[in-house]
């Protein structure tokens, strides 16, 4: 989605233009023509009703997105179409068009459950970016909804991938944070999951069939963060023609994730905290109080106590994020979840891609885990992507890995020993848990994966070496 001072949302799907049917329902057959016309350049697929039975009709068959209807029309109005539909329990978007003069009716529509008006005659560019932002918002209940389903299908905490001991302390603070409305904040260097992990706490809160919406601090111009997360008035600047709901509407009921916040500007910071505080905001160059119930989850990959002592971060915004921190190790801190992310986007790419790639070597996958991965998760996932999209066969070979990747032979041995604020008794662990996963993934190499013969072969009993390798998360059926 591209915003833009002066111009309306872009509504896209994955994959493409977000596939969208509008029915616009009039009695007189010109006036539908003209909707038609005036909305032919969104590219949806555009139904017609002559009255408001006939659009039950249509509703009922063809399940649009949003509906455009008017007011004064014979059998059943506008009115009592929109009172129709909400009896129903349908949560189809309805913007009434009105004659001039009329607005007390579309007033009554809109508590009646229509989502906006339009007072003829209405201007086009206005009629537009009014149907662009309704689908936007069709668009984020979709995308959620499309979410659970996914989440359902998935055990654990869904998306998050890994056994790791380091992931299973971010999974334990997730089941304790979640049925809470306490604010999250989630750190991590770029491309470990935080929008994952922020995913998954929704999805295990009391919210979850309430939206999730996302916002990128750091993507948005300063000018216009405010317009994003707060909406704007008709006319509250060059370009803006027609009221726009903003994220924390969009969010009401659910959560807020805001993503990259250690790059706010410090003015937003002060209106966000207020916010925050009260609940309570307007709209850009608006008088009216809007009232919101949102969670708010939060990420960073700054280091925002560094940030407040050079005055680029609030203290006071700061301690009001994070009631909750959850940090999000980086991959060279939990190599041994490499297998199990590499058999995810493997089976992920391949269906994407309709490849059939399965097999890893043991020499391939030792590169894989001794790679550093400065670019974290989403690294390692345009390398196995990249993998698969240049396969000829079943094997991800040596060669289909990036240069960097095959270039690595070792840990590399210049990393720093003693690191700032570490303990020696959990550097010494640390060690001690490189070594075992380093040993034992050695002696499985060496022993194709047989426990059996692995076991004895390293002084283990059988049983003691079952729970070191779920201890660290080492899958031995990767060397057979």
Known sequence: MQTGQGRCLRFNFPGGMMQCKILIVDDDPAARYGLKRALAALGCEIAEAEDGEAALAAVAQGNPDLLICDIQMPKMDGLTLVKRLADQGDALPVIVITAYGSERVAVEAMKAGAYDY???????????CLVENVLETVRLRRENETLRNEIRQQSGFGLLIGRSRAMEKVYDLIGKVAMTDAGVLIGGESGTGKELVARAIHEQSGRKARPFVAVNAAALPTELIESELFGHERGAFTGATARRQGKFELADGGALFLDEIGDMHIETQAKLLRVLEEKQFERLGGSETVTVDVRIISATNKDLPVEIAEGRFREDLFYRLKVVDIFLPPLRDRREDIPLLVQHFL?????????AMTDVPPDVMKMLMVYAWPGNIRELMHAVERAVIFSDGSELSRDLLPQAVRG????????????????????????????E???????????????SRTAPAIGMKRQALQQKLKEHGIDPGIYR
Do not use: M, T
């Open 408 to 435: 690595v032979e070792s840990v590399d041995s210049a990393e720093s020993v003693w690191r700032d604020g570490v303990f020696f008794q959990d550097a010494k662990q640390e060690v001690v848990q490189s070594f």
């Open 437 to 451: 996963v380093a040993f034992i993934r050695s002696a499985l190499e060496y022993y194709k994966g047989n426990i």
């Open 118 to 128: 339009l007072s003829k005659p209405y201007d086009v560019d206005e009629l537009r």
């Open 347 to 355: 089976a992920r790419f391949n269906d994407q891609h309709g490849k």
